[in-house]
């Protein structure tokens, strides 16, 4: 999937103000309109100008889409960075996936799971209304879903300074994250979305829980995933050793016998929760190596006693 420059295709700087983009916008779109234009590619340039304009004209998808391709160039070989979204938050409830069905992969790549804004309504005298949610992704530490924790969490948000250019302001809340909380949970923060019209209530803040990458372990719902290194002698003879879980060491007992790809599992040892996850250890058993004249008379000597032919059954 190749990289698409908005700004070139609307033939605009990328520090064009918003009135900018609509101009550039409505003369490319006249130019290139299938039902007036002559130009052979008239469709698919005027295809590309929509979704530019529906990306550059709402400043929360411009403010991402900015931070997000500051670094790739128009055709480079493009995928999204993983939780690349995170901690920008962004008006409305999202989920509206007409523009990416209308639009490239690369827009629904990015926007497919929908930043839509919902709008909200005119400042009018003697109206009242609920002030627009928001919602933003965040990442925690798989540790803080094992014990709950209070965190600090920098959002940023995209506004219109007074000459129409997009910025972005940066706004920090104190968090409690719950014990027990899953990948895709999201938490409530009452009255932090947008302020409400006349004496309406303000919006909520939606803040949708992501790990950050562990180093150990692997997250699918509330199972934790572990891949233990273990001794040849540990696996043939079996063993008790020690195994790390996100809540502390354990003693693991590794059966007699133990396999290449045997998994144990750990009841109730996974995220907590009502019924808790398990965790699941995926034996890997390590070879030493051979470099010193000891370990090599020893690997010999393996050799020469055991009558061991990995390769029997392959019929080679």
């Known amino acids: 999937m ?9 033939g605009v700087e990328r520090d064009a103000s918003q009135d900018d983009i609509k101009r550039a916008y409505r003369k490319l779109a006249r130019k290139y309109h299938p039902d007036v234009s002559k130009e052979a590619d008239a469709e698919a340039r005027f295809k590309d100008l929509g979704e530019a304009n529906a990306v550059l004209k709402d400043p929360e998808k411009r403010a991402a889409y900015d931070e997000l391709g500051a670094n790739w160039k128009a055709g480079q070989e493009f995928r999204p960075p993983p939780d690349w979204d995170a901690g920008f938050e962004f008006s409305g409830g999202g989920g509206d996936s007409a523009d990416a069905a209308a639009f490239s992969d690369f827009f629904e790549s990015l926007f497919g799971r929908g930043f839509q804004r919902t709008g909200g309504a005119r ?3 003697g109206i009242h209304a609920h002030g627009e949610d928001h919602h933003a992704k965040v990442l925690i530490d798989l540790e803080d879903a094992y014990r709950g924790a ?10 219109l300074d007074s000459t129409g250019h997009v910025r972005t302001k940066t706004r ?26 006349g004496k309406g209530q303000a919006g909520d803040l939606y803040l949708e829980i992501e790990f950050n990458p562990h180093r150990l372990f692997r997250v699918e719902g509330r199972d934790i995933y ?16 020690k195994a790390p879980t996100p809540d502390g060491p354990v003693d693991l007992k590794i059966p007699k016998g133990t396999t290449r790809g045997r998994k144990l599992r750990l009841q109730k040892r996974g995220i907590p929760g009502q019924p808790p996850g398990d965790l699941y250890v995926d034996v890997v058993i390590t070879l030493p190596p ?21 390769r029997s059954k392959l019929g080679v």
């Open 2 to 10: 190749d990289f698409k420059d908005y700004y070139k295709i609307m």
């Open 123 to 125: 400042q009018e005298a």
């Open 150 to 159: 209070s965190r600090s969490i920098s959002l940023r948000a995209p506004e």
């Open 172 to 197: 920090t809340l104190n968090v409690k994250i719950p014990k027990g909380v899953k990948q895709g949970q999201r938490i409530r923060l009452s009255g932090q979305g947008s302020p409400g019209m």
């Open 226 to 241: 572990l891949e233990l290194p273990v001794t040849p002698w540990e696996a043939a003879l079996g063993a008790t050793v």
């Open 290 to 310: 051979a470099e010193s004249d000891a370990a090599r008379e020893l690997y010999q000597k393996m050799q020469q006693d055991l009558a061991y032919d990995p």
